[in-house]
């Protein structure tokens, strides 16, 4: 009866790290995830960014062209 109880008890041990090393890969994928969706965003931001700043680049080249135009 020790025996079995002995088994059982390595047994439910065994499933209970075994349960939480799956939890910890899941939100391992989970967290990698979530950072590569950061990566993205950064990077459309700075893209944005680089957008908004070539259209204010080309306004100001076509307000220096129509203050030429004026002189």
Do not use: P
Not at 25 to 40: E, H, M, V
Not at 50 to 71: G, M, Y
């Amino acid at each position: 009866m020790s025996e079995s109880l002995h088994t059982v008890t390595c047994q439910v041990v065994n499933t209970i790290g075994t349960v939480s090393l799956s939890l910890a890969r899941a939100y391992d994928s989970l967290a990698q995830t979530a950072d590569n969706y950061a990566d993205i965003g950064i990077l459309k931001m700075l893209d944005l960014a680089t957008s908004r700043n070539d259209a204010d680049q080309a306004l100001l080249s076509i307000e220096k062209i129509e203050l030429q135009e004026f002189k």
